[in-house]
């Protein structure tokens, strides 16, 4: 048990550059602003739901660039038509397919078009076919994927540039996939504007105005919404002639506008246009509206022009980043919309570190409480615990989310579980008469099967939230994960050599007289076989009704899964709910439900269903008509392609965390205790949903981290449960009846399940109390899936495994006393 001094300073030394390293996180941002930058190089990074910034998913329009790529066809057709005297107005549309008559000849010159837009061996952006003297030019699914990547690929620089003009500090913009981009920009205080620089294609053009409707003339609105402009569809100039564009003031009114300047070409042509169309109206179109149509005075030369309108000056800032910024290869659409304001994010902070000191408190009372002395040495590894899990998110350079929080909080009660396993098996080492130096070694040698099986199962289900998960739930994976594998080796390693050094100095280990745990007999003589029929029955009929709240009232889904918009709004003075709610049923589209948000000057919009852009304009429409001045401190919006995704990958990520379960632990143990740790836990997973169900609780993306946490746990639960009864079979205990050995195990885990149990709950608890909306709705959850999971583990579990091992439950001597 002796370690050399060498180790001992080695371990010393790194916990205290952990600390150190740690520390920063715990000052004002006044202070670690003084501090040197090598102090705070490896601070933690927050996400946006902390301080605040927008987040939002872009995807690739894949009906308007079908539309592009339509018209592109077309025009490659047209000329063809028109070189062989036949006539391009014959030419007609069919969904993603274009008609028209043609001889083999064209026919011929068109499969060579397609073969070559085809990759070696892959197919062609369209496909030729001649039918009866009809030719038939179909676009192909492949083409438009390809076409879909090279837009997204080219969207990347052209969004990046208009961020750059904005001037956020730190954005992360990346692809997702094949045709999504993603971009998250801390601090931004208005998401609407952030929505329009990188929602709108900025496709610019110069056009003539024609004297009315006819051939080759299209109707456009105005911007301003004054009306309509015949507008020639034939382009005059088109934006890509734009060299720079900039806000400015007119000096004669006083109004916004923006200045632009063509390079030298487009100069060159705009002075011609100009000067050949003197008395004539000149439209300036932007995305298909027309922004200003003046009339031509005079030829303009200098390449040089402005634009006026009824501008805001934020809109005329917009405006110019858009057009120096350039145009969009294809039109984007925002699916996926989150955004915090600073003020919610610094009160998030507030309510995590509120939650979270509660918690260590609360646990650090319930070790005390339970273990003495050996719990307050355990507490302090606690807290070097959650040091060491900030040192090492700061060092992988990974972001701390409200999840996160929630992750970290959840770790301490999680955490105090390896050290309630080692004192329980220290425990009855003494009891049986061991010296203090041998009850620790075994002890710990007992105790470690237990404690990697029971943490490889929590890691098994963050390793799929991970791979499933996104954004802030990945967040909370990745401190959970970094939580667990500390807290394994602050339990293992460093509590170990402080009780080793204690031990040698006091030459005892007085587990048996803690404050608490030293009044619990050792071993109780609870029967839980004798109860087991009943148990089992009450746990399925709970179970079955549980599946009945699924369908009546059925689960409350929140955005995430329904689509729609979720907004807080907060202003000066209350809200006159009444009112508010009058104007969003006159201004948005759809079923829009308001309820108060805590404070009288917070309020809850939701809008589910089909929602986009229009509808978050059309509730911040309705909000300024009845109180000016609002904020909305979060927007979520969701598209229904998102929450599509997001419910498929929720139901695959439990799917395979149940899978993977089943799998460790037919590994791990026998078929009959994998087989018997899944049938527990889907009924405490039933039961919990059905907990879920009849509360109301929003069912969403953090229930879904909740589940997944859940699992872990309570196959955590079984595992040490079962760990326990496989060491008395392997010990003699196969020639007893397997209700006996299933009895004694059970009451002598009894003590960990029901300590374990209380430490994580009283982790759990400040967070639904005390931490917000967010971190109460992965609480709540979990805290009925505990109390769930653990009665499980005690009364069901022993009777399942009886029943799949086959053999008929016998009742103990024992169980005559319980």
Excluded at 489 to 514: H, S
Excluded at 561 to 571: E, K
Excluded at 744 to 763: D, E, P
């Amino acid at each position: 048990m002796h370690r050399p001094a060498w180790v001992v300073m080695t371990y010393i030394v790194l916990l205290l550059l952990a600390v150190a390293t740690a520390l920063p996180n715990f000052l004002p941002l006044s202070v670690r602003s003084s501090l040197p930058d090598w102090a705070t190089s490896q601070t933690v990074s927050l996400g946006l739901d902390l301080q605040g910034g927008a987040h939002l998913l872009l995807a690739v329009n894949r009906e308007d660039l079908a539309r592009s790529r339509l018209q592109e066809l077309r025009e490659t057709l047209a000329t063809e038509m028109s070189t062989r005297n036949l006539s391009p107005g014959a030419i007609r549309t069919e969904g993603q397919a274009l008609s028209a008559p043609a001889d083999d000849a064209l026919f011929s010159t068109l499969q060579d078009v397609a073969a070559a837009t085809a990759l070696p061996g892959g197919p062609a952006d369209f496909t030729v076919d001649l039918s009866d003297g009809v030719l038939r030019l179909v676009l192909t699914e492949a083409g438009l994927d390809r076409a879909a990547t090279t837009a997204a690929d080219s969207s990347l620089e052209v969004i990046r540039h208009r961020v750059d003009q904005v001037g956020v500090s730190e954005p992360v913009i990346s692809r997702v996939g094949d045709d999504r981009i993603l971009v998250q920009m801390p601090g931004v205080e208005n998401p609407g504007q952030l929505r329009e620089l990188l929602g709108s294609t900025a496709k610019m053009s110069f056009q003539m105005v024609a004297p009315g409707p006819g051939p080759g003339v299209t109707m456009l609105e105005m911007r301003d919404g004054s009306g309509s402009v015949p507008v020639e569809d034939r382009v005059a100039l088109s934006g890509d002639r734009l060299d720079r564009a900039a806000a400015a003031f007119d000096p004669d009114s006083g109004r916004p506008m923006v200045t632009f300047a063509f390079d030298r070409q487009g100069g060159t042509t705009f002075a011609e246009i100009t000067a050949a169309n003197i008395g004539q109206r000149f439209a300036v179109v932007l995305d298909g509206e027309v922004l200003t149509a003046p009339v031509i005075q005079t030829a303009i030369s200098g390449g040089q022009g402005q634009i006026t309108g009824e501008f805001t000056a934020e809109q005329a800032q917009t405006l110019a980043v858009l057009l120096t910024s350039g145009a969009l290869p294809a039109s984007l659409s925002v699916i996926e919309e989150r955004s915090v304001g600073a003020a919610l994010g610094a009160d998030s902070i507030k309510a995590g570190l509120i939650a979270g000191a509660v918690g260590l408190a609360l646990v650090v009372a319930m070790m005390v409480g339970l273990y003495g002395g050996w719990g307050l040495l355990a507490s302090a590894v606690l807290a070097l615990n959650v040091m060491l899990t900030l040192t090492v998110l700061g060092l992988l350079g990974a972001t701390l989310t409200l999840p996160g929080i929630a992750g970290i909080i959840l770790c301490l009660g999680i955490a105090v579980d390896s050290n309630i396993l080692i004192f329980s098996r220290i425990r009855e080492e003494t009891v049986k008469g061991a010296s203090a130096v041998m009850a620790l070694i075994q002890g710990y040698a007992r105790a470690w099967s237990t404690i990697l099986d029971a943490n490889i199962t929590t890691l098994l289900a963050m390793v799929l939230l991970f791979m499933f998960g996104a954004g802030a739930i990945r967040g909370f994976a990745v401190t959970m994960t970094i939580g667990i594998l500390v807290s394994m080796f602050t339990a293992v390693v460093l509590m170990r050599m402080m009780m080793e050094a204690l031990v040698r100095r006091r030459r005892r280990i007085p587990m048996a007289i803690a404050p608490l745990i030293g009044r619990v007999p050792l071993p109780s003589t609870f029967s839980f076989m004798r109860r087991g029929r009943l148990a089992l029955a009450i746990s399925a009929t709970l179970s079955l009704g549980a599946v009945g709240a699924l369908v009546v009232p059925g689960p409350n889904l929140g955005i995430d899964f329904t689509g729609g918009v979720q907004m807080v709004m907060r202003s000066d003075a209350p809200i006159p709910l009444a009112e508010l709610r009058a104007a969003l049923a006159a201004e948005v589209p759809g079923d829009a439900s308001l309820q108060a948000f805590g404070d009288p000057t917070e309020a809850l919009i939701r809008v589910q269903g089909e929602a986009g852009q229009a509808t978050v304009a059309a509730v911040e429409a309705a909000a300024a008509q009845v109180v000016p001045g609002t904020i909305f401190d979060q927007i979520d919006l969701v598209g229904p392609t998102v929450s599509g995704e997001l419910a498929t990958t929720g139901l695959i990520a439990l799917s395979l965390a149940v899978l993977a379960m089943l799998t460790y632990i037919w590994v791990r143990f026998e078929w009959h205790f994998a087989v018997g740790a899944i049938a527990v836990l889907f009924l405490d997973i039933t039961k919990t949903f059905g907990v879920i169900a009849v509360t109301g609780w929003e069912v969403n993306l953090t229930t879904i981290v909740a589940l997944l946490t859940l699992i872990g746990y309570s196959v955590n639960d079984k595992v040490v449960v079962y760990d326990r009864i496989r060491e008395h079979l392997r010990s003699g205990g196969g020639n007893e009846p397997l209700a006996v050995v299933i009895d004694r195990s059970l009451n002598q885990v009894l003590g960990r399940c029901i300590f374990t149990s209380a430490t994580t709950l009283a982790a759990l608890l400040p967070m639904a109390i005390w931490g917000g909306p967010a971190v109460a709705g992965f609480a709540w959850p979990m805290i009925a899936g505990v109390l769930i999971a653990t009665g499980s583990s005690l009364f069901v579990s022993g009777p399942v495994l009886a029943w799949l091992a086959g053999r008929t439950p016998r009742v103990h001597p024992l169980q005559q006393a319980g």
